[in-house]
């Protein structure tokens, strides 16, 4: 089967998306190797003006396409022109076209893939920017429908996509990321810090973990830093200025985007880690602490009920007081921490970027077919 992956999201300073597109395309290529009983041949797609696609050691194997042609030019074009095909600036022919995002790449025969990673943009548009604001809440809709097969990362996102996009549930195949091959840690650090990990935007929640932070700090004699780690955008500085000053000043601090090959430190020194989402469409910070036993404090909603199960807290994340009597259990709680560390290991090793690739190669093959029964329906 020969297909091609847009994989611009992974380009540099890799997020959530951009690490599900890289351990995707690692994990399709090891797992159907040339000995593997179903034949794969990847081509990875690039198009920037600044960025170049250069394949490292795990994903070598693939074809890689690298155009010099602006992020914003070409998705422009794709979203509004549907032009030029993927074939056309790939110079080649698929069976698959792959977009990590939920609109389409355009092609002219092949089977067309979307992945949608959560709706948060069609319920709340004021919590993004961009291109994101301008194309996905007035075209993912149709171009989830027109798509041969819609893939998401979790069960939740699934029935969003049915009941919001209108998509039917046989035509959505659920791939949730893996967990990366970590052995759990020994030992949990008895003074080691509050962790949030993630891109430092709306979403996030960040202001109201700022808030519980400073209850869960008031009158302690003695309180873990907190660290503030990811990639700050647009409308961040507010909450950047507010660490450094009084009461965060000197207990908070921000340390900005940490390389993929620097995760593993990163969690290893955190007492545990707090995720206060408003909406989640898996979590992939809450799967990577659980797999190194990091407690988890996560909100109860979208997906991160799903994703944490029984291995931590879960709060309202819109209220500040019970974030912080989360954090104080775990961080007060030995027991009770122990305990949260133990079942999230277990948690975590239900997820496998093996499963995700062998899901994804029959989301694949459910796409090639529905692509032909809609050809042959036309011919009739």
Same mark, same amino acid.
């Given at each position: 089967? #020969?297909?091609?992956?847009?994989?611009?999201?992974?380009?540099?300073?890799?997020?959530?998306?951009?690490?599900?597109?890289?351990?995707?395309?690692?994990?399709?290529?090891?797992?159907?190797?040339?000995?593997?009983?179903?034949?794969?041949?990847?081509? $990875?797609?690039?198009?920037?003006? *600044?960025?170049?696609? =250069?394949? &490292?050691?795990?994903?070598?194997?693939?074809?890689?396409?690298?155009?010099?042609?602006?992020?914003?030019?070409?998705?422009?074009?794709?979203?509004?022109? /549907?032009?030029?095909?993927?074939?056309?600036?790939?110079?080649?022919?698929? @069976?698959?076209?792959?977009?990590?995002?939920?609109?389409?790449?355009?092609?002219?025969?092949?089977?067309?893939?979307?992945?949608?990673?959560?709706?948060?943009?069609?319920?709340?548009?004021?919590?993004?920017?961009? /291109?994101?604001?301008?194309?996905?809440?007035?075209?993912?809709?149709?171009?989830?429908?027109?798509?041969? #097969?819609?893939?998401?990362?979790?069960?939740?996102?699934?029935?969003?996509?049915?009941?919001?996009?209108?998509?039917?549930?046989?035509?959505?195949?659920?791939?949730?990321?893996?967990?990366?091959?970590?052995?759990?840690?020994?030992?949990?650090?008895?003074?080691?810090?509050?962790?949030?990990? &993630?891109?430092?935007?709306?979403?996030?929640?960040?202001?109201?973990?700022? @808030?519980?932070?400073?209850?869960?700090?008031?009158?302690?004699?003695?309180?873990?830093?907190?660290?503030?780690?990811?990639?700050?955008?647009?409308?961040?500085?507010?909450?950047?200025?507010?660490?450094?000053?009084?009461?965060?000043?000197?207990?908070?601090?921000?340390?900005?985007?940490?390389?993929?090959?620097?995760?593993?430190?990163?969690?290893?020194?955190?007492?545990?880690?707090?995720?206060?989402?408003?909406? /989640?469409?898996?979590? $992939?910070?809450?799967?990577?602490?659980?797999?190194? &036993?990091?407690?988890?404090?996560?909100?109860?909603?979208?997906?991160?009920?799903?994703?944490? &199960?029984?291995?931590?807290?879960?709060?309202?994340?819109?209220?500040?007081?019970?974030?912080?009597?989360?954090?104080?259990?775990?961080?007060?709680?030995?027991?009770?921490?122990?305990?949260?560390?133990?079942?999230?290991?277990?948690?975590?090793?239900?997820?496998?970027?093996?499963?995700?690739? #062998?899901? =994804?190669?029959?989301?694949?093959?459910?796409?090639?077919?529905? *692509?032909?029964?809609?050809?042959?329906?036309?011919?009739?």
């Amino acid at each position: 089967m #020969r297909v091609l992956i847009d994989y611009r999201a992974a380009l540099s300073e890799r997020s959530g998306v951009g690490e599900y597109t890289h351990q995707l395309a690692r994990a399709l290529l090891t797992t159907f190797s040339p000995a593997s009983d179903k034949r794969l041949d990847l081509t $990875l797609f690039s198009s920037s003006w *600044k960025d170049r696609l =250069v394949p &490292g050691a795990e994903i070598r194997t693939a074809s890689a396409v690298d155009r010099r042609v602006p992020v914003r030019l070409l998705n422009f074009a794709w979203h509004r022109l /549907e032009w030029p095909s993927a074939e056309a600036l790939a110079g080649g022919r698929f @069976d698959v076209t792959h977009s990590l995002h939920p609109l389409l790449m355009p092609a002219r025969s092949a089977a067309q893939v979307v992945t949608i990673h959560d709706l948060d943009f069609l319920l709340h548009p004021e919590r993004t920017r961009g /291109e994101i604001k301008r194309d996905y809440p007035a075209r993912a809709r149709d171009h989830a429908n027109r798509a041969d #097969r819609v893939i998401v990362v979790s069960e939740f996102t699934a029935r969003e996509v049915e009941r919001l996009l209108q998509v039917p549930r046989h035509r959505i195949s659920v791939c949730s990321p893996g967990a990366p091959p970590w052995n759990p840690r020994q030992i949990q650090p008895a003074r080691g810090y509050v962790l949030f990990f &993630g891109t430092l935007e709306p979403r996030k929640n960040v202001g109201a973990l700022l @808030d519980a932070y400073e209850r869960f700090a008031m009158g302690r004699r003695s309180v873990p830093p907190l660290v503030l780690a990811g990639k700050a955008v647009e409308g961040s500085s507010g909450w950047l200025e507010r660490i450094d000053r009084p009461p965060l000043k000197g207990i908070a601090r921000y340390i900005g985007y940490v390389n993929p090959a620097t995760r593993r430190e990163l969690y290893e020194g955190a007492r545990i880690l707090v995720q206060p989402s408003f909406d /989640e469409g898996f979590g $992939l910070t809450v799967l990577e602490a659980m797999t190194l &036993g990091v407690p988890v404090v996560a909100a109860n909603r979208g997906a991160l009920p799903e994703v944490l &199960g029984d291995a931590g807290v879960l709060v309202d994340p819109s209220d500040p007081d019970v974030l912080a009597a989360a954090m104080a259990s775990l961080i007060d709680d030995q027991g009770l921490a122990e305990t949260a560390a133990m079942n999230g290991v277990r948690q975590a090793q239900r997820y496998t970027w093996e499963q995700t690739a #062998r899901s =994804v190669y029959a989301a694949y093959e459910a796409a090639v077919a529905q *692509k032909a029964a809609t050809a042959g329906a036309g011919e009739r």
